[in-house]
């Protein structure tokens, strides 16, 4: 079972609008950040480019209110 999926350490180090779901947890030390990491189902369409539904905890959550995922431009 994985715990730390991710682990940062020192203050020149962040994570920022990323979704962590059924993996543990972001493991922070030495003054690392993070800010809004969903631990939420991400409710993915597409796993292959990993756009979200429209109806997923992702849409218009990042800080900037746009989508988290990879977003496709066709």
């Known amino acids: 079972k994985v715990t730390n999926p991710i682990r940062l350490n020192g203050k020149n180090n962040s994570i920022k609008n990323s979704v962590i779901y059924n993996s543990g947890e972001v ?5 690392a950040l993070s800010e809004n990491i969903i631990d939420k189902n991400p409710g993915f369409q597409d796993t292959k480019n990993f756009t979200p539904k429209d109806k997923s905890p992702l849409k218009a959550a990042a800080t900037d209110k746009k989508d988290i995922g990879i977003i496709v431009v066709k």
């Open 27 to 31: 493991k922070l030390s030495g003054k």
